[in-house]
């Protein structure tokens, strides 16, 4: 039932690109440039007068939420929020009818996260679910919803569902965007760069090899850094929260810039950082923070655009990743990371579809 792969969690990581398919699939209308989510059921009206889509969720759904906050910022000018499920419900948190709150969870039972669904209705917001599991507490109790259609998530840590609500959160913010402001063209260029995905996807995979080789050089550290700017630094937090998860090495993400204010004081030859320098905005800050990083002795893994020979003389390792926008380059360079998280798990013997103290759905808080 693996289908021949090892564990659940490397199967699941190449399924990505027709999990993604499946996710977008009768979604993202190339010729309008925009996206079609009936599960949404919003008016042209409800698109405009919406003041902020406030997005919650924990763990994996929480990392691929705060893509979607800088993505409708970015594609829509429409304030976007993300906020962990637990701290938005105890915090007695405004929201109402103005927002459209967009509830995430692959199990679709994750405790926290429908006490947040909850709170949120009673509060008189818009609630849509953004779930994976079909008939799961979640996607009943939310007012609207789009399913995720990833298929079964077996292993425990998440890796297919974050890819694909990354590409539903791209697909919501294209839809708000045309809605509000965005031009046809534009809409067409973006609604295009999200039907490439699961070819460069693809590529990322048919990289595995090499990826397993590089992460040969890590298996003896205990602690980690990522770093990155802008869409790239979610893609950092998820990178930390999986090679946590499943190598028990220790790990921290950081937006680039944050590194000096503090964890530059950890920077040694046994501190290694992850570093996300593929082109795109902020990139050129980001290799010079990695210099920065390595005239204090820490070796340097760059995610690179393929290539750019300039980020790659800055790194010790590479991965390359084809060219495409930062927007989308969350999936792929996720998807990089993934690889590179399994074989540093791998390689130190963990269990990785079955990490210890970790369960597949939380439904206790
Ligand atoms: C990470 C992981 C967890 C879940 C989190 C939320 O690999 O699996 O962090 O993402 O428990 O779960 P869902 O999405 O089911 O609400």
């Known amino acids: 039932e693996k289908g021949g792969y090892e564990h659940y969690m490397l199967k699941e990581i190449f399924e990505q690109p027709e999990a993604i398919r499946n996710a977008t699939r009768g979604r993202i209308d190339a010729d309008q440039g925009t996206a079609v989510l009936s599960g949404l059921a919003l008016s042209p009206r409800e698109l405009v007068d919406f003041h902020r889509l406030l997005i919650v969720g924990c763990g994996t759904s929480l990392n691929a939420g705060l893509v979607g906050e800088y993505a409708v910022e970015d594609f829509a000018a429409m304030l976007g929020?993300?906020?962990?499920?637990?701290?938005?419900?105890?915090?007695?948190?405004?929201?109402?009818?103005?927002?459209?709150?967009?509830?995430?969870?692959?199990?679709?039972?994750?405790?926290?996260?429908?006490?947040?669904?909850?709170?949120?209705?009673?509060k008189g917001a818009m609630v849509a679910g953004l779930v994976n599991v079909v008939g799961s507490t979640i996607a009943r109790e939310a007012g609207r919803g789009i399913y995720l259609h990833a298929g079964p998530e077996i292993s425990v840590a998440s890796t297919k569902a974050f890819t694909c609500q990354v590409s539903v959160l791209l697909s919501i913010a294209l839809k708000l965007a045309r809605g509000r402001r965005m031009s046809l063209e534009e809409g067409q260029r973006?609604?295009?760069?999200?039907?490439?995905?699961?070819?460069?996807?693809?590529?990322?995979?048919?990289?595995?090899?090499?990826?397993?080789?590089?992460?040969?050089?890590?298996?003896?550290?205990?602690?980690?850094?990522?770093?990155g700017r802008g869409y790239m630094f979610p893609v950092a937090l998820e990178g930390a929260l999986k090679i946590k998860e499943i190598s028990y090495i220790h790990a921290e993400a950081y937006n680039a810039a944050e590194l000096k204010h503090g964890p530059i004081a950890l920077l040694e030859e046994n501190m290694p950082v992850v570093a996300l320098m593929n082109k795109g905005p902020g990139k050129e800050k980001t290799v010079g923070n990695v210099e920065e990083c390595r005239a204090r002795k820490a070796p340097v893994l760059g995610v690179i655009t393929e290539g750019d020979d300039e980020a790659r003389e800055a790194c010790d390792w590479v991965i390359e990743i084809p060219e495409c926008p930062h927007y989308t380059a969350t999936i792929v360079a996720t998807t990089a990371l993934q690889l590179f998280s399994y074989h540093v798990a791998r390689l130190r013997g963990c269990p990785i579809d079955q990490p210890r103290n970790l369960a597949k759905s939380v439904t206790v808080e």
């Open 81 to 122: 929020e993300v906020e962990q499920a637990a701290e938005f419900r105890y915090r007695n948190p405004i929201v109402g009818s103005k927002d459209l709150v967009v509830a995430i969870s692959q199990s679709g039972e994750t405790a926290d996260t429908l006490a947040a669904v909850r709170e949120a209705i009673n």
């Open 190 to 227: 973006i609604a295009n760069e999200i039907l490439r995905v699961p070819d460069l996807v693809q590529q990322v995979l048919e990289k595995n090899d090499e990826i397993a080789k590089v992460a040969e050089n890590f298996v003896k550290f205990d602690n980690m850094f990522y770093i």
